[in-house]
């Protein structure tokens, strides 16, 4: 049915397009454009053109100035014969194409679209075939000059890339702006947008002395909540300078939040238009997660300016290249301006949870796809977060300086130019004199490599032997695996937590090990007593590590380790160590029983808190339901749920005074967003959080949510209520809905909150939230608020017995796809990863799955999944 693409297959463009000139008359009814682009031949033998194209009404088509007949059009494209014209040697000739839209229709949001009261763009990854005919990739570069028309009072601001270079008034109240992007650029970086806006103006100094005018657009009514998305920018700018040597090249930056957008943000040339979410914040509305994924988000699309934008990608497949290596630049941002340890803990629960995930499921795929059939369902965890270790173990096996070098090489090469991942890694190479033959694998190869360590000490030589083997278990999309080249850093403790100087022979050993072979053995001399080894230092690779650690080792790491991120680590084992015995002992029907050790493990960390703030919050936190899931073969929802609510109140009865006197201890005065008050802020409602499951909690989070004067603290004191189920949590939920109803934005939290409760009657309470006044199912933030929730943050209800969630998906799925299959996609996800639970819930999942694949009209976005899922 579907089309798929191979990247073995691509092939250089055989006409370019040098020059687009459009022209927008702007209606949400009846919009017109005008493209008039100058076409060049590049290959002289080509005598057709096909340009892309689909949803849209094609009025006609000139030719250097004349009507033009010579084509053929079908459902996704218009063909050209130019047999005639190519006659000539050098062929180049101007194309004329009308076209009309109807943005107020389109929910897909993609291409032009309504959203709220004004139109924008979303062009990336092949959006702007629906505005006109175009030669749609990456790879073919042209200058922009564009003319937005349209009623002067609905939208007195018409935006787009570049410059702004004329712009005037019409007799009819419509008026018009002109703007010209010096930039070449591919059309998936063009944006319009038009609207009625707040508009909060500053100016950013480059490091050459050049102002650039900063402007950032809001809905009427939100300035309030503009000012820490301006000051993210200035900090990113800042740093962007600072470590990268990375300038801003045009003398205006322009952000713009609308409420309607299907993912976080797109970098669009000189105007990135934005998910309202990851812009608006002030203390009342956003909490300080928010306040940080605002600042990611923001410095993210600041990147791409130039991994991305000035060096784009010369086709899909090396989408990687830019995401990649941005999310890898964003997170080192982060870490420099914040806790690098936090952000590194962050990162890898997100990537081992998401990623492994994806890796074990139907769509898994290499950082660098190799077949593609709808491109949106390949901004994935893997070409993102995984494509971003990819990139930090480069910067591990390089170093910062050499790092660096290759990055500069890597953009004077490529500036301008449509690149690949190959010129990325060459110039690193070059630059370094580094080898990354094998490690070039990690491009090519799906799945997640495990490492296996044993050691062995000889006391009487004083001798250390690590032997490490790995392999990557076969994945849905690749059967057979190859070596990879994995760097894999590593420390050394004496029993008293004191780590030892890795030697050989006298000489210092790198402690990052380079493992390229099957197997391998590391040996270590003057280690004068049997070490405990600190393994996947900072999670050095994304892999997963298998050493048999006892339990009295893993507390000697916990109480010694001078690293952070390994303290973390070998908590996060003993509490996967945990879960598994106490799930033994559940289904043996046995009392269960918390280790006494660990307890106490746990207890000396929290008695400690003031030495490490934000790393006591994230020791003592609990991993989520789908983090501990990530560890089975076959995932037990509803036993996982039952034993991590036996553990969590195990820790909550257990440390009880500990909870409370910590937060009595934890003062905070006026809501102030930095770091420390951060830390304050997460210990101190982390207690909260436990503190709910005792006898002390309705009284305590009562009053925690009256007194609170931030988001951060309401919300915390919400979600304690309803996850321990509370008697004050329905006045509480009320008074939340009562004061909110009216934004969005906030009711998305009170949404998430009422999605993932964890009552009995839960799916029935999101089947009536659909008609709630503040729910809009073509509003993507709110829908995945509500059902994205339910069935990624509830397993336990998602996946009841009976089918119930499965059902209630698909009916879901089925009217999605015809309005936004692009959200559709992503949220079938649970569905198509059957394999990983028993037969009875694999039956109803396939069932459910079936249906959908006989769904009349199904996007190529749902059709792609369901047929890997289905067939592999
Ligand atoms: N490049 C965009 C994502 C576009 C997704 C298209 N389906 C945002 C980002 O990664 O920065
Ligand atoms: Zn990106």
């Known amino acids: 049915m579907q089309q798929a693409k191979y990247r073995k297959n691509y092939r250089t463009p055989d006409f370019t397009i040098t020059h687009l000139s459009l022209d927008f008359q702007l209606d949400p009814k009846h919009t017109v454009v005008k493209a008039v682009s100058r076409v060049e031949r590049l290959n002289p033998e080509a005598t057709s053109l096909r340009l892309d194209g689909h949803g849209f009404q094609f009025a006609s088509i000139k030719l250097n100035g004349a009507e033009f007949t010579a084509y053929q059009q079908d459902k996704e494209s218009l063909t050209l014969d130019l047999t005639e014209l190519c006659g000539e040697s050098a062929v180049q000739f101007e194309l004329e194409i009308i076209t009309y839209l109807v943005p107020a229709e389109n929910t897909s949001l993609q291409g032009l679209y309504q959203s709220g009261e004004g139109i924008c763009t979303q062009c990336e990854a092949e959006g702007f075939r629906q505005i006109t005919y175009m030669l749609d990739r990456p790879d073919v570069l042209a200058r922009y000059d564009v003319t937005i028309t349209a009623d002067k009072s609905k939208y007195p601001y018409l935006l787009s890339n570049g410059n702004r270079i004329a712009q005037g008034d019409l007799a009819d109240g419509r008026h018009w702006v002109q703007w010209q992007d010096p930039f070449p650029k591919p059309c998936y970086l063009f944006a319009l947008v038009a609207g009625d806006f707040d508009l909060l103006q500053d100016n950013f100094v480059t490091k050459s002395g050049r102002n650039v005018l900063l402007e950032l657009y809001v809905d009427r009514g939100n300035l309030n909540r503009a000012d820490w998305a301006m000051r993210s920018l200035k900090k ?4 962007d300078e600072d470590r990268f040597g990375l300038e801003y090249d045009l003398d205006i930056y322009m952000i713009v939040a609308v409420d309607f957008f299907n993912m976080g943000a797109m970098e669009n040339k000189g105007l990135n238009v934005f998910n309202s979410k990851f812009v608006l914040a002030n203390p009342q509305t956003a909490t300080d997660n928010d306040y940080l994924d605002v600042e990611r988000v923001i410095a993210h699309e600041y990147f791409h300016n130039w991994t991305g934008n000035r060096v784009t990608c010369r086709d899909w497949f090396q989408l990687s290249l830019k995401e990649g290596l941005t999310v890898f630049r964003d997170q080192e941002f982060s870490s420099d301006t914040g806790s690098r340890a936090v952000n590194r803990i962050n990162n890898v629960q997100f990537l081992r949870t998401m990623q492994f995930a994806e890796d074990a499921s139907p769509m898994s795929h290499p950082i660098r796809p190799e077949k593609v059939l709808e491109m949106n369902n390949f901004y994935t965890v893997t070409v993102y977060e995984k494509g971003a270790e990819v990139i ?17 090489l890597y953009i004077a090469e490529n500036d301008g130019k449509a690149a690949t991942c190959e010129d990325f890694v060459s110039a690193m190479e070059r630059a370094s004199g580094v080898d ?23 006391e009487k030589k004083h001798s250390y032997k690590l032997i490490v083997s790995q392999m990557t278990p076969p994945t849905a999309d690749q059967m057979s695996k190859v070596n990879l080249h994995i760097p894999l850093k590593i420390a050394l403790y004496n029993p008293k937590g004191m780590p030892f100087t890795l030697l050989k022979n006298g000489e210092l050993v790198d402690d990052v090990l380079n493992i390229t072979e099957s197997e391998q053995i590391f040996e270590f001399h003057d280690i004068t007593s049997r070490p405990v080894p600190a393994l996947l230092c900072d999670f050095s690779a994304p892999v997963k590590l298998d050493y048999d650690y006892s339990p009295e080792q893993l507390i000697t790491l916990l109480k010694f380790a001078q690293n952070e991120f390994v303290r973390w680590d070998a ?3 003993l509490f996967s160590y945990e879960l598994r015995r106490l799930l033994e002992q559940y289904k043996n029907a046995q009392q269960l029983e918390f280790s006494p050790q660990i307890l106490t493990a746990l207890s000396q960390v929290l008695a400690n808190y003031q030495s490490n703030i934000e790393l006591t919050t994230l020791i003592l936190t609990l991993p989520k339901e789908a983090e501990f899931a990530e560890q089975f073969k076959v995932i037990d929802p509803e036993n996982i749920a039952i034993v991590r609510d036996i553990m969590q109140r195990t820790l909550a009865e257990n440390l009880k005074t500990q909870w409370l006197e910590t937060y009595n201890q ?28 005792t ?8 009053k925690h949510y009256l007194h609170a004067n931030n988001m951060t603290d ?17 006045n509480l939920m009320a008074d939340f809905e009562r004061k909110w109803h009216q934004d969005g934005l906030v009711m998305d939290k009170w949404f998430n909150l009422q999605a993932t ?40 209800a998602f996946h009841a017995v009976d089918g119930s969630g499965y059902r209630f998906l698909t009916e879901i799925l089925i009217n999605l796809n015809k309005t936004n299959p692009q959200v559709a996609a992503r949220l079938i996800e649970p569905l198509i990863r059957f394999r990983r639970y028993d037969s009875q819930r694999q039956q109803l999942m396939k069932r459910a799955l079936q249906r959908l694949f006989e769904v009349e009209n199904l996007s190529r976005d749902l059709y792609e999944k369901i047929e890997k899922a289905l067939n592999s």
């Open 714 to 730: 309401s919300l915390a004191a919400l979600s304690a209520a309803c996850k321990a189920q509370l008697a004050c949590r329905d």
């Open 695 to 702: 006898e002390l909690g309705n009284a305590l989070v009562n």
């Open 236 to 239: 990113s700018m800042k740093w």
């Open 666 to 693: 934890i003062r905070l005065e006026d809501y102030q967003i930095n770091t420390q008050d951060i830390a304050k802020r997460g210990l101190r409602n982390l207690c909260l959080h436990y503190l709910a499951f």
């Open 436 to 458: 990354l033959t094998q490690f070039r694998r990690w491009y090519s190869q799906s799945g997640t490599p495990e490492l296996t360590v044993t050691d062995s000490y000889d």
């Open 392 to 408: 930090r173990m480069m910067h591990t096996l390089l170093g910062e300086k050499r790092f660096q070098k290759g990055m500069q």
């Open 757 to 796: 409760r964890p009552d009995d009657n839960v799916l029935l309470n999101v089947q009536q939230l659909m008609d709630h006044p503040s729910f809009n199912f073509n509003n993507p933030n709110r829908l995945r608020a509500l059902v994205g929730s339910f069935i990624n943050q509830n397993p336990r």
């Open 571 to 573: 908590v996060q084992m």
